[in-house]
């Protein structure tokens, strides 16, 4: 069982930062890539960025390139989430995902909301 609990989220108006967090307790930490994916109301789960275990590899979607940084800690067991220039469709639950044992980890979101 691997837990992945998020944190960071908030209100913010648009043009503002938040740093999310995903925090596991598993020493399989530094062997699992990590992802983060956001769900709006109404919408699919999309990707937003992932981290490969080495530090350098990462990806992003189009809609957050520029704006958004995925950064990991291993020896903190955490990964991260720099939102920048954020803007109202920004809006969603964000998750941390993480591969390991053969399969993909959840955690349980943590609620972004862009307004004025």
């Known amino acids: 069982q691997v837990q992945l609990v998020e944190s960071g989220g908030g209100l913010v108006q648009p043009g503002g930062s938040l740093r999310l967090s995903c925090a596991t307790s598993?020493?399989?930490?530094?062997?699992?890539?990590i992802d983060w994916y956001r769900q709006a109301p109404g919408k699919q789960r999309e990707f937003v960025a992932g981290?490969?275990?080495?530090?350098?590899?990462?990806f992003y979607a189009d809609s957050v390139k520029g704006r958004f940084t995925i950064t990991r800690d291993n020896a903190a067991k955490r990964a991260y989430l720099q939102m920048n220039d954020l803007k109202p469709e920004d809006t969603a639950v964000y998750y941390c995902?993480?591969?390991?044992?053969?399969?993909?980890?959840w955690g349980q979101g943590t609620q972004v909301t862009v307004s004025s």
């Open positions: 981290i490969g275990v080495d530090y350098r590899t990462t």
């Open positions: 995902k993480a591969h390991a044992l053969g399969r993909d980890w």
């Open positions: 598993e020493s399989l930490f530094v062997a699992m890539p």
